[in-house]
């Protein structure tokens, strides 16, 4: 029987850190080049063939356009490629959730992406990357893996891009799904599939966009005022991804600030600074006088990444926008 083939398109973070040391706390992340990663991996005896492509080699925190751009268009080559099963892109994991909604919106869902990571770096005692790795070419070369967009592969856990999100700055079980948990468990022997796909035969819901338009979070604190939204307009934001406490709210006078930026044509959105829950439209905010949009279930991150994606797309209207919350 011959070996699934799997692109591997490296971006560099901690799975490819160094720290010189087994024991150390200090490292860099993106260090190692992928042919290092490949060639341990090679060790393994995975049942499939792994072909290496690297993208980037940084922290996750430069994320940004041009990785992005490489990325969707390696995985857009990969997916119309009838000798590629699936493909792995290793990736840091601050940014992960990112990488993962902005791919997970614009590719076709036919052939499984995963994007794993690592907490501790190549070297350190107790590394979780190559496990993490074989655990991506589990799912990149399950059968069953196809029809489910874009996932984040951590700690044994596969979520889907539209629910996962980093929840811990430095444990090895760092990832959460919401709404839903996890939607399989694997290792590198076995997988659980907890339901059937997802997106089956899904074509891209997002055509990938020329560029994308300034969007910021703004974080709500206690005793700010509507300078921070006055700046931001300053910069030509072009939508604007309230972070607010509880179910996305706000002092009055920011509320009142956004609310004439949403007048002007600025998208605006409530989203929350908790870690989890639902944030609904016209519970405590109004958003119907207000012109805003509730980010339902996604956090500020990718909120602002869907946010983007849709301007992009020319999809800036309250209820159009809403409308996308709605239906992710
Ligand atoms: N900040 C780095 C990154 O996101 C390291 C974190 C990690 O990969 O776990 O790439």
Not at 71 to 78: S, V
Not at 164 to 183: E, L, Q, Y
Request: glycine share 14%; net charge negative.
């Amino acid at each position: 029987m011959t070996r699934p083939r799997i692109l591997v398109l490296g971006t560099g973070g901690t799975i490819a850190g160094s720290a010189g040391s087994a024991t150390g706390g200090g490292y860099r992340a993106g260090g190692l080049a992928l042919s290092a990663m490949l060639d341990a991996a090679a060790k393994l005896g995975l049942e499939a063939e792994l072909v290496g492509e690297p993208i980037a080699q940084i922290g996750s925190q430069d994320m940004g356009w041009d990785q992005w751009s490489a990325l969707h268009a390696a995985c857009l080559a990969a997916c119309g490629d009838p000798a590629i099963s699936g493909i792995i892109i290793t990736h840091g994991t601050d940014t992960a959730e990112e990488t993962a909604l902005l791919l997970d919106l614009t590719l076709p869902a036919g052939k499984p992406v995963v994007l794993v990571g690592a907490m501790r770096p190549a070297d350190a005692v107790g590394s979780d990357g190559l496990r993490n790795l074989a655990n991506g070419v589990a799912v990149a070369s399950d059968p069953q893996g196809g029809g489910r967009g874009v996932m984040v592969v951590m700690g044994d856990a596969v979520f889907a891009a539209v629910d996962v999100r980093k929840a811990a700055t430095a444990n090895i079980d760092a990832f959460r799904g919401f709404p839903r948990g996890p939607i399989a468990r694997v290792t590198p022997s076995q997988i659980t599939w907890f339901g059937p796909p997802h997106r089956a035969d899904a074509p891209a819901a997002y055509a990938w966009p020329q560029s994308l338009p300034r969007v910021a979070i703004l974080t709500a604190g206690a005793g700010m005022d509507e300078k921070p939204v006055e700046a931001l307009l300053g910069i030509g934001c072009k939508g604007i991804v309230l972070a607010g406490m509880g179910q996305g709210n706000a002092p009055g006078c920011v509320l009142d600030a956004l609310a004439a930026a949403a007048k002007a044509d600025i998208a605006v959105v409530r989203s929350s600074r908790v870690d989890e829950g639902m944030v609904e439209r016209n519970v405590e905010v109004d958003d119907d006088a207000h012109g805003f949009v509730a980010a339902r279930a996604l956090g500020p991150a990718k909120a602002r990444i869907l946010l983007q994606v849709l301007l992009a797309n020319g999809i800036s209207d309250p209820a159009g926008v809403q409308a996308a919350f709605d239906n992710l």
